[in-house]
Nanobody, 127 residues
Framework: VQLQASGGGLVRAGDSLRLSCAIS????????MAWFRQALGKEREFVGR????????YYANAVKGRFTVSRNNAKNTVYLQMNSLKPEDTALYYC?????????????????????WGQGTLVTVSS
């Protein structure tokens, strides 16, 4: 599985942005997908996750109510809609694929649970 993230850019606080992650591979529809982010000098952190069908989503507290993860299995694409952006959302955003089935949130938030990663797309939010 190969992942290609796109859609990052420079925006102002309060603006919205939508990231996309295109996935190659015939088994995309069976993978859970997630978004992580890594700010300069900080560890990679979990942002949100969506299960294979799109019926279940999970979010970090820092983005809950502002960010939405969705997917279109027909287009092999997962999205991250980011609204009400804040300067602290500035980071390199990565999409990741998980071939496993997980029911524990701490596992879902762990980068080591994910098999494949995209190259990252930079989001910069100015104040």
């Amino acid at each position: 599985v190969q992942l290609q993230a796109s859609g990052g850019g420079l925006v102002r606080a309060g603006d919205s942005l939508r990231l996309s992650c295109a996935i190659s591979g015939r088994t995309f529809s069976t993978h859970s997908m997630a978004w992580f982010r890594q700010a300069l000098g900080k560890e990679r952190e979990f942002v949100g996750r969506i299960n294979w069908s799109g019926g279940h989503t999970y979010y970090a507290n820092a983005v809950k109510g502002r960010f939405t993860v969705s997917r279109n299995n027909a287009k092999n694409t997962v999205y991250l809609q980011m609204n009400s952006l804040k300067p602290e959302d500035t980071a390199l955003y990565y999409c990741a694929a998980d071939t496993g089935t997980r029911s524990i949130l701490s596992e879902m938030r762990n980068p080591s649970a994910y098999d494949s990663w995209g190259q990252g797309t930079l989001v910069t939010v100015s104040s």
